[in-house]
């Protein structure tokens, strides 16, 4: 019930802004790295410029003890301000071993403080008092989260190692004071695949127009959306070695929920105790071998805005041994804006279950609406949200064919005197793999680990990076090295 309450939370006395953005909201706000990160004076130490490059340590303290973070408001946060800061706390606490408690007398705490500091958090606890600055522009669920994660120690996505992989920076379109918000973190905690709908990107125009563009075009919009996802949450987890005594068999990506450890943290679109259910309300829909129209209705009776998204869900299934194709025909009554954060419709096709996959809100963009999407997953979710008013969305679907998956099979014999083996290759069909549903964080790792792509080593670079075991569990910080014509090879994992 407090969940339904606190989507209707409105902001008493003052419009909402659609176009509320962090780096917009801080532009005022002097000595902030990244956009909205809080320096200790140790930590400005470590900085020094080069020109246009800031080069610095990983600007992080340590995580909070026992995963206990103690916060309390100052007098001035508004009743309204605190209803939804409860409930922001209250999410990550519902999905993760972290938990909260407002004490102002604890030695270790955060201090919420209404004015004078934009949108901007200290990254990890400080140790004694840290204050958390949340003004009024920063009045949105997604934007408390991310400044909350940064508190618990996670770093923005746009500063992984790996970022270069997934965006390119203009840095000439950037102003010359926002140069160092887009400068890679060497040493941050990547526990999650690279995500653009991670509550902790950017916007695309976030430092100016064209500042951050996506390299896979169709996840443009899907930055900065200030959605919380799935891989947010999983974040803290692993960050905080979450775990469970017993795992449950959860579907669908899931995994044992650590706050409860009797039911399971679903992605986006799933939901049941093993994410093996449609959502509660969810639009179902059977596929057929033809094309069959649906429009579907999502969002507030209400045309004022909210500061939390209303998620609406559908589900298109089809027999097990075929694969859903989908469009989007037309959306409805929806914002085209840069980053969706109004509303937007996303159609679930990943193999991965838990990742955003590209949010749409745009009927303009021709690349993605009317173009048909083979999805790996059956069922098929689709998941919208809105902040204002009612939307809807026009979808086709239908089912076609699997198509055989090849594998190669090598057979090595002998013969006498020993010659040159003899190798023969049988292509046969078998069913496509399901996709896994392993927990990301929790479990027993096998021994056999490889350093990830996310080193990025040059033939005489040696670099920190965490370490995949063949089971996907992450290992933080292992040395690893590259030598020239030689693959990334861990130690001490």
């Known amino acids: 019930m407090l969940f339904l309450l606190l989507l209707c939370i409105t902001v008493a006395g003052s419009a909402i802004r659609r176009d509320v953005d962090i780096v917009e909201a801080n532009k005022g706000v002097e000595g902030l790295v990244e956009g909205d990160i809080r320096m200790t004076d140790e930590q400005l130490q470590n900085i020094?410029?080069?020109g246009n490059r800031v080069k610095r340590q990983i600007i992080t303290f340590g995580t909070w003890t026992g995963g206990v973070v103690n916060y309390y408001f100052e007098d001035a946060f508004s009743q309204e301000k605190r209803d939804l800061m409860r409930y922001a706390l209250e999410y990550i606490s519902n999905r993760t071993c972290v938990k909260f408690v407002e004490s102002s007398t604890e030695k270790n705490r955060i201090k919420f403080v209404t004015k004078g500091g934009g949108c901007s958090s200290y990254v990890g606890m400080i140790g004694g008092e840290q204050e958390l600055?949340?003004?009024?522009?920063?009045?949105?669920?997604?934007?408390?989260?991310?400044?909350?994660?940064?508190?618990?120690?996670?770093?923005?996505?746009?500063?992984?190692?790996?970022r270069d992989e997934y965006v390119t920076v203009n840095f000439t379109g950037i102003d010359e004071r926002w140069i160092h918000n887009m400068q890679i973190e060497y040493g941050t905690f990547n526990a999650v695949p690279y995500e653009y709908g991670s509550a902790m990107h950017y916007r695309g125009n976030s430092l100016g127009v064209g500042s951050l563009t996506a390299k896979q075009s169709r996840y443009q919009k899907t930055m900065g959306n200030m959605r919380v996802s799935f891989y947010d949450m999983v974040n803290i987890n692993t960050l905080y070695s979450c775990s469970c005594p017993v795992n449950l068999d959860c579907k669908n990506g899931g995994y044992t929920n650590p706050s409860t450890c009797d039911k399971c943290n679903c992605p986006a679109g799933y939901?049941?105790?093993?994410?093996?259910?449609?959502?509660?309300?969810?639009?179902l829909y059977t596929a057929t071998p033809t094309w069959t129209d649906d429009f579907i209705e999502f969002g507030y009776n209400d045309g004022s805005y909210t500061n939390t998204f209303l998620m609406s869900y559908a589900w298109i299934s089809a027999p097990a041994d075929k694969q859903i194709e989908v469009k989007i025909q037309q959306l409805v009554n929806i914002s085209c804006f840069d980053s969706c954060d109004d509303n937007g419709v996303e159609v679930k096709i990943d193999e991965d279950p838990r990742i955003v996959n590209p949010i749409y809100c745009c009927n303009s963009d021709t690349s993605m609406v009317q173009t048909v999407m083979l999805s790996k997953l059956n069922p098929t979710p689709i998941v919208m949200h809105q902040r204002r008013g009612k939307s809807g969305v026009t979808i086709s679907y239908r089912y076609v064919d699997m198509p055989p998956v090849t594998t190669t099979t090598t057979t090595t014999t002998t013969t006498k005197p020993p010659t040159q083996p003899t190798t023969t290759t049988t292509t046969q069909s078998t069913p496509a793999p399901a996709p896994?549903?392993?927990?990301?964080?929790?479990?027993?790792?096998?021994?056999?680990?490889?350093?990830?792509?996310e080193c990025h080593f040059t033939t005489t670079e040696t670099e920190t990076c965490q370490c995949t075991t063949s089971t996907e569990e992450?290992?933080?910080?292992?040395?690893?090295?590259?030598?020239?014509?030689?693959?990334?090879?861990?130690?001490?994992?």
Not at 138 to 155: D, K, R, T, Y
Not at 442 to 451: A, D, F, I
Not at 485 to 490: E, L, Q
Request: aromatic share 4%; glycine share 8%; proline share 6%.
């Open 48 to 50: 020094s410029t080069d």
């Open 133 to 162: 600055f949340l003004d009024d522009e920063c009045q949105m669920m997604g934007i408390f989260v991310h400044e909350v994660m940064h508190s618990l120690g996670v770093h923005h996505t746009m500063s992984r190692t790996d």
């Open 271 to 283: 939901a049941g105790r093993l994410c093996d259910e449609a959502p509660p309300g969810a639009h």
């Open 436 to 453: 896994s549903t392993r927990p990301p964080t929790t479990g027993e790792p096998e021994t056999t680990c490889q350093c990830t792509e």
């Open 474 to 493: 992450t290992f933080e910080n292992e040395e690893c090295e590259k030598e020239a014509g030689s693959i990334h090879n861990c130690t001490e994992c």
